[in-house]
């Protein structure tokens, strides 16, 4: 028989299982607020050396090296996105984005990627094709420039931690804007230049694969942060009166959130954000890194016996350079991780982690999903867009990419709550606290070469099948859910 207070319990349970979900807003969007959905080169187009396209550190590294990535998986031919680009356009159609965010690769542009090397008029006619298919079907191109594949031959000439770095990617970035700017009017410089620096050249998690972190991730984002700025000038000055758009790079962090209320959590908290996203972000708003990272950089160098700091210095010249070159602000985020103070690490420890000196972990109770750094908590999205906007002066804000990872199937209704959770936060944001976004982005149009994770993780509202060699795409139960939210602009069946 089953007790009087089990009884209450289960009638208890039962009538929450059918409350609403309340957190998913009934309010709609704004009518000026867009959607729309990314992909990235590298990630989907396959064809890694047709038509002339270069060899880049992502080919290079699984053909060199299979077992770095999940199952021995390549890009070679990935979604074969190279020839399939016009089902992708009917696919944007289908969910009704208003713009697709996708990348172009540098090395199918201009196969050695150095400055003065000639360039592949195949890989133009490609990236024409692409964003004219997209403009006839009122679809609004956003471009990014650089997404991780950065040709071989350039890594070869010492890569992103070599100062060279800026002329080639202003070489490329003029064949881009002239070839291109007539059908684009937003640009992204880099997407993610924490994960190229921190993972190429810090932990060696992703290719190029070095890890000398606390040194040539400094270089790395140093000559980024420089290589950016006078991509913004080079557009501002020779292109930007007659074509009109505007400019910026998608940098990525979680929200920290403090482990307590104590203030030393708080502080590990906001050095955190600074070390992740102010690395960037800093330079490009205000001239010059976070000073949280400048005196605790400088100071540890010093004590390790250094003649100079491990983080380069920027002249004046370059400070006033670097500063405001960004037309709106971009961000790309997936989770929150749990912030706390530690014991300063041994001195001997060089790395950018002891440099930040923060304890990080990840609260077993937040819901898995396909990829282990990732957990469903969508309240962070709502604080990190507060953050950004009183930190950075309330920008206008483009969020590039959010998303979740399965491990197949079509009926992903984890990402379906997950939409609907971080859409209504930002939501919040947007309408109870002021946060100027106007964009939402979701990462991504079909399932996709993960980098170190192979095909194993698939962030795809679209499935694809990686067993059939026409790698044909099917619609998950996400993409219906996704192009209703376009279509009505309102998260719940009915909006009031
Ligand atoms: C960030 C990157 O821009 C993208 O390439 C990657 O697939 C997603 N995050 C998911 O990890």
Excluded at 86 to 95: F, R, T
Excluded at 468 to 475: Q, V
């Amino acid at each position: 028989m089953i007790s009087n207070t089990k009884l209450i319990l289960l009638i208890i349970l039962f009538t929450l299982a059918q409350r609403p979900i309340e957190t998913a807003s009934n309010r709609s969007f704004p009518a000026s607020f867009k959607f729309g959905i990314a992909t990235s080169a590298h990630q989907i187009e396959g064809a890694w050396n047709e038509d002339g396209k270069g060899e880049n550190i992502w080919d290079h590294i699984c053909h060199t090296n299979p077992d770095y990535i999940d199952n021995g998986d390549n890009a070679d031919l990935a979604c074969d996105s190279y020839h399939k680009y016009k089902e992708d356009v009917a696919m944007l159609k289908d969910l009704g984005v208003n713009y697709y965010r996708f990348s172009l690769s540098w090395s199918r542009i201009i196969p050695l990627g150095i400055a003065g090397s000639p360039v592949n008029p195949a890989g133009i006619v490609y990236y024409q094709n692409l964003l004219q298919e997209l403009i006839d079907n009122d679809i609004e191109p956003l471009v990014t420039i650089y997404c991780w594949d950065l040709p071989e031959t350039v890594e070869e000439y010492g890569g992103f931690p070599n100062p060279e770095f800026e002329e080639h990617f202003a070489y490329y970035v003029r064949v881009v804007f002239q070839n291109f700017g007539h059908l684009v009017k937003y640009w992204i410089t880099f997407n993610e230049p924490l994960e190229s620096c921190y993972q190429g050249y810090g932990t060696g998690t992703m290719a190029p694969g070095y890890s000398h972190s606390g040194l040539t991730d400094y270089k790395c984002a140093h000559n980024i942060i420089k290589a950016h700025a006078k991509a913004y000038h080079v557009y501002d000055e020779e292109f930007r009166t007659q074509q009109q758009g505007s400019v910026g790079i998608v940098l990525d962090t979680s929200w920290y959130e403090p482990a307590t209320g104590g203030a030393a959590d708080v502080e590990a908290s906001e050095r955190a954000l600074q070390f992740a996203f102010g690395w960037y972000m800093h330079p490009i708003a205000f001239g010059n890194y976070p000073p949280v990272m400048v005196e605790r950089i400088d100071q540890r160098s010093e004590q390790q016996g250094f003649n100079t700091s491990r983080l380069p210095k920027f002249t004046e010249d370059e400070i006033e350079y670097i500063k405001g070159t960004y037309d709106f602000l971009a961000i790309n985020t997936y989770t929150t991780v749990y912030a706390q103070a530690r014991e300063e690490y041994d001195i001997d420890v060089i790395s950018w982690d002891s440099d930040m000196n923060v304890d990080m972990f990840l609260d077993d109770s937040w819901e898995e999903t396909g990829s282990s750094w990732l957990r469903v908590v969508p309240w962070g999205i709502r604080k990190l867009l507060n953050w950004l906007s009183k930190t950075y002066n309330n920008p206008e804000i483009f969020i590039t990419e959010n998303g979740v990872s399965d491990k197949d199937g079509l009926q992903d209704d984890q990402r379906i709550n997950f939409f609907r959770e971080y859409l209504s936060n930002v939501l919040d944001a947007v309408l109870d606290d002021g946060v100027n976004v106007t964009r939402y982005t979701a990462w991504s149009l079909m399932d996709n070469f993960e980098w170190q994770r192979g095909f194993s993780e698939k962030f795809g509202l679209y499935h694809v099948d990686f067993e059939d060699p026409e790698r044909s795409r099917t619609p998950k139960a996400s993409a219906e859910y996704y192009a209703q939210v376009i279509a009505t602009r309102c998260l719940v069946d009915v909006c009031d």
